[in-house]
């Protein structure tokens, strides 16, 4: 299995033939290749004009939002989205750092309405806020529960 | 729109009937419809799935599923186990198909690890694989056909699947739960006789799912129940989400195993079967067809099945043999150090995607470089393809929802997670 890892200058000097990288090479802030994935991460302001410009790049099928905590480091919330495209053969790695100070970010629903409950689902788990979308409450807790489970600061065993 | 949590709370049927506002749907209180509660015990959901549906008459206005009851904190759990104690956890999110949701988080890990797997562990992999999506698609059409009314599919499906489930017990001591993956290849060698009775069970199979569509296929109610009902299109299923059997119902021509093979899928021959038309009818045809290609993949990696070990050279991830761990120090070092303390992975992000009997499903694996994943999420087909029920069943009659919920065979434990 080939190792090779690029890091951000290697990314947009030996890959700028991807579609992914060229259709982000004015927003993106870290690129990265490695284990055959690509990862491209985004200010989060501009996540909306980011995914608009891979799916004209032909990553048509959004496979995944989800989030990782990365506590206690800032921007704290990694908000990552898997996108692929068919007729690539081959999917791309956005990710957004959301900062503790402001839990907000743009909802993708209007690009791709699957994001819904994806979205649903990592607000109510993460505590990230989506503006713009259309139907954002709870979906996995109890509608009154306290707290946010997959926070790193939530213990396994819950508060008791 | 709520803005903290304090504004969830008891959020009722009323609120229902705001989201499906939200939608730009009809307000009750003007059009007369009727707000009506689906599950979540009802036999036709598939598990504990509640829908609430908007109704004018007995056609459907609007539909909003409500889902979590089943949320057992799976992705928390994981963050405070070892890798290999993960396995187990994979296994309970969905009962149908345990051992693709092993193998997906196998291959996850191990594409971290850089392990090479032996050829022997992939083709038994993809048999087993193969066996579980023969095994989920006999339980979705069992119930499928029941919830129309075919109460003698049921009873047939259910005979065969025995013989699956008795195979697996074989190879795992379990019937449903199996965890007979391994990060590094399978737990143990298959007993001797386990290879006869696969055979036997591959050759009687396609005859059986020919009986199956004898029973249905030409059946006058069965067509009507399902011919031009729950219409998808295909630029809708990939809107929604939508993926496995009814994505390519509705005319997508998308498979993992063949587009991005895994796990050496891309030895194999078989078809992918596509239908053009995307209602309920065409999800049937599409996973029948499938049971026929399943049968042939299975057939092959069976006949095929090359020797030599089951597990990678990886002495400080696999677990060794018994008797080496009994006869020689290093092993005994090498067991009780995985036990006790697991394998360190090398940080960094995976996500690995596998065609699961009811569509993508996906494993992102977070690694900070200890013993411990950082993060495991898992993408599930169903938990997307519910989002499309909605699509699916506006503007039809109330009865065809039953038909619809059972054509997207949804599974609530991966769904809730």
Request: charged content about 25%; some cysteine; aromatic content about 8%.
């Amino acid at each position: 299995m080939p190792a090779t890892t690029l890091e951000k200058a290697e990314v947009l000097e030996q890959m700028a033939a991807n579609p992914a990288v060229a259709a982000l090479s004015s927003l993106l802030i870290d690129a990265r290749f490695a284990l055959n994935e690509l990862t491209i991460t985004v200010p989060k302001d501009q996540i909306v004009a980011a995914v608009k410009a891979v799916q004209a790049a032909g990553y048509n099928f959004m496979e995944d939002v989800t989030c990782v905590d990365w506590y206690p480091s800032e921007p704290r919330f990694h908000v990552t989205y898997h996108i692929l495209s068919h007729s690539l053969k081959e999917r791309v790695r956005l990710i957004a750092p959301v900062g503790s100070e402001d839990l907000s970010i743009d909802s993708i629903t209007d690009v791709w309405p699957s994001a819904n409950f994806y979205e649903r689902e990592v607000f109510d788990l993460f505590g990230v806020h989506f503006g713009g979308h259309p139907n954002l409450r709870r979906i996995m807790m109890p509608d009154d529960w306290k707290g946010h489970p997959l926070r790193k600061d939530y213990p396994v065993e819950g508060y008791r | 729109m709520p803005t903290s949590v304090e504004d969830l709370i008891n959020p009722g049927v009323d609120d229902v009937i705001a989201d499906s506002k939200l939608h730009g749907n009809i307000d009750p209180a003007q059009d007369q419809t009727m707000v009506l509660n689906m599950g979540p015990q009802h036999p036709s959901t598939h598990g504990v799935l509640r829908v609430v549906l908007e109704v004018d008459g007995e056609s459907v206005v609007a539909l909003a599923p409500d889902i979590g009851y089943l949320h057992t904190g799976i992705e928390k759990t994981c963050e405070a186990k070892f890798y290999q104690q993960v396995v187990p956890l994979t296994d309970r999110i969905d009962y149908l198909c345990p051992m693709t949701n092993n193998l997906t988080y196998c291959l996850a890990v191990e594409k971290l690890l850089q392990l090479e797997i032996p050829e022997r562990a992939q083709y038994l992999r993809v048999l087993l694989n193969e066996l579980t999506r023969l095994n989920s698609h006999l339980v979705w059409l069992g119930t499928h056909a029941m919830d129309i009314g075919a109460l003698t599919v049921f009873l047939y499906c259910f005979r065969e699947r025995e013989e699956i489930l008795r195979i697996f017990e074989m190879v795992a001591g379990q019937r449903m739960m199996t965890s007979y993956f391994r990060i590094g290849g399978l737990s143990m060698e298959p007993p001797i006789d386990f290879y006869d009775r696969v055979r036997n069970f591959l050759k009687i199979m396609p005859e059986k799912i020919a009986e199956y569509e004898n029973l249905l296929t030409g059946n006058p109610i069965w067509m009507g129940r399902l011919k031009n009902v729950g219409h998808l299109s295909a630029a809708d299923a990939i809107a929604l989400g939508v993926t496995g059997p009814p994505l390519r119902a509705s005319g997508v021509d998308w498979d993992l195993r063949r587009d991005m093979p895994y796990s050496g899928y891309e030895k194999f021959k078989f078809e992918v079967p596509v239908s053009q038309v995307g209602d309920v009818w065409a999800r049937y045809e599409v996973r029948m067809k499938e049971m026929y290609e399943s049968v042939k993949i299975a057939t092959q990696a069976l006949e095929g099945l090359p020797e030599g070990r089951i597990t990678a050279d990886a002495p400080k991830i696999v677990l060794p043999d018994r008797e080496q761990m009994k006869t020689q120090m290093e092993s005994l070092i090498h067991h009780f150090k995985i036990v006790t303390e697991g394998f360190a992975v090398p940080a960094g992000q995976v996500y690995q995607g596998v065609e699961s009997p009811r569509g993508e499903m996906g494993y992102f694996v977070v690694s900070d470089g200890t013993a411990k994943p950082f993060r495991v999420h898992m993408r599930n087909p169903s938990f997307a393809t519910l989002q499309a029920l909605e699509t699916m069943c506006k503007g039809r009659l109330l009865a065809d929802v039953v038909a619809v919920i059972g054509s997207i065979d949804i599974v609530l434990g991966e769904i809730d997670r």
